[in-house]
């Protein structure tokens, strides 16, 4: 079975100060990483994914992600945060078994940015 | 980029009546629609797969006599919550994907709020 941790709850960033959002998986197989941003009462935003290649995946609104096989982590990053970037962050795994295999979500992280 | 839609983006609601929610992909086919449950604070939990013209796979633990999910065509997926009861107030998000692609990543609409009285 696919899982995803987010061991974090709650990440506090002072505006201007770089930012990360952990995530860690676990499947058997490839995985595809995908990471999802929530603003209150709205759906899901797609920031980035890695499907192959290069790991470090660039993705909306500056973000971008390292995915690290050996360590199997899929971090969220910024160098520099916006308080307008304060939302709920879902990392997300996919393993194609069939064309129905769903996303799996992490638990979520809330980001604060404060001015 | 494509786009996923709900309807109604919330609805309040007696108990013991029944809600209907709809979801579109806009501007493409959409082979499988998923639906996802999110309660406060929390993350998404898948409750079913739907492919179109066929039924629904539901995940452990959702009750399918409840939760009716429809998908009649490749644009329009439902899910109707029957005899609703306060305990099935939540956010139901609907998740569309297209056929092509090789990551095919899925596509999320806006959500719907159900409340129920």
């Known amino acids: 079975a696919q899982s995803v941790a987010q061991p974090e709850d709650q990440v506090n960033v002072a505006e201007g100060n770089p930012l990360t959002v952990k995530c860690t998986y676990s499947v058997s197989g490839n995985p595809y990483l995908f990471w999802y941003v929530q603003y209150p009462n709205r759906g899901l935003q797609f920031l980035l994914k890695y499907i192959t290649g290069d790991n470090l995946v660039k993705g909306s609104y500056g973000f971008e992600a390292e995915f690290n096989k050996s360590q199997t982590s899929f971090h969220l990053k910024k160098p520099s945060a916006l308080v307008s970037d304060s939302a709920l962050y879902f990392c997300a795994v996919r393993v194609i078994i069939s064309g129905n295999t769903p996303l799996v979500f992490g638990k979520g992280t809330r980001l604060s940015v404060i001015a | 980029g494509a786009v996923v839609s709900q309807h109604p983006s919330w609805v309040i609601c007696k108990s013991g009546t029944s809600v209907k929610i709809e979801c579109r992909s806009l501007?493409?086919?959409?082979?499988?629609m998923f639906w996802y449950r999110q309660f406060p604070k929390q993350s998404l939990m898948l409750m079913a797969t739907?492919?179109?013209?066929?039924?629904?796979?539901?995940e452990q633990g959702v009750e399918k006599d409840k939760f009716l999910i429809n998908h009649a065509s490749l644009t329009l997926s439902t899910l109707t919550v029957t005899s609703a009861h306060p305990e099935d107030s939540s956010f139901y998000i609907c998740?569309?994907?297209?056929?092509?692609?090789?990551?095919?990543?899925?596509?999320f609409g806006p959500g719907t709020r159900l409340t129920v009285l």
């Open positions: 998740s569309a994907r297209p056929p092509s692609g090789g990551a095919r990543e899925q596509f």
């Open positions: 501007d493409f086919q959409a082979t499988t």
């Open positions: 739907s492919n179109e013209g066929s039924k629904a796979t539901y």
